[in-house]
T-cell receptor, first 111, second 112 residues
């Protein structure tokens, strides 16, 4: 079953922060995060492999709560270039090499 | 140098036709995938190959047949195209498990 992301859409002003959540009904082995701009391919941001793991990427970071089967993506001091649709992707335990993408979150950063 | 390249970028065809999409990666990755992105932007896995061997075959109609002649190439052939096949098809690759995927630029298929 497809992971559920929230919110579905968010509009920000430059410099504001946002959090995107990803929730799965299955026990997870890993969580990926991708950003897709309109008309382009998804681009890999980061992968989280261990429960409780947090990773950072410039001003974009993510956490993984293995027990709750959830991950969150944190965007701080947003820039115009952050605009796009964000997808989490999950690999369930026992089903690796099968990345199931979430429902997507549309992020629009305005000047 | 394009890491994962797909051809063609656009494909417009009539119902009932047969078409192929080609994918090549020069990253040395050992696993390749086909994903379908529908009009609602949902990305759904179709197939996965590891070193030319099919490892994932989701509930895809058997009109769709992937072929991997070597680990750098994964092609997708579609028979008897239907209106519902219209979508963007993405090829992707990854190196071993626990690594991010690199996507091709996509093929927008329109069936009329």
């Amino acid at each position: 079953q497809q992971p559920v992301q929230s919110p579905q859409a968010v509009i920000l002003r430059e410099g504001e922060d946002a959090v995107i959540n990803c929730s799965s009904s299955k026990a997870l082995y890993s969580v990926h995060w991708y950003r897709q701009k309109h008309g382009e391919a998804p681009v890999f941001l980061m992968i989280l492999l261990k429960g409780g793991e947090q990773k950072g990427h410039d001003k974009i970071s993510a956490s993984f709560n293995e027990k709750k089967q959830q991950s969150s993506l944190y965007l701080t001091a947003s820039q115009l270039s952050y605009s796009g649709t964000y997808f989490c992707g999950t690999e369930a335990r026992g089903a690796t090499n099968k990345l199931i993408f979430g429902t997507g979150t549309l992020l629009a950063v305005q000047p | 140098d394009t890491a994962v390249s797909q051809t063609p970028k656009y494909l417009v065809t009539q119902m009932g036709n047969d078409k192929s999409i080609k994918c090549e990666q020069n990253l040395g990755h050992d696993t390749m995938y086909w994903y379908k992105q529908d009009s609602k932007k949902f990305l759904k896995i179709m197939f996965s190959y590891n070193n030319k061997e099919l490892i994932i075959n989701e509930t895809v109609p058997n009109r769709f047949s992937p072929k991997s002649p070597d680990k750098a190439h994964l092609n997708l052939h579609i028979n008897s195209l239907e209106l519902g096949d219209s979508a963007v098809y993405f090829c992707a690759s990854s190196h071993k498990q626990r690594q991010g995927y690199t996507f091709g630029s996509g093929t927008r298929l329109t069936v009329v």
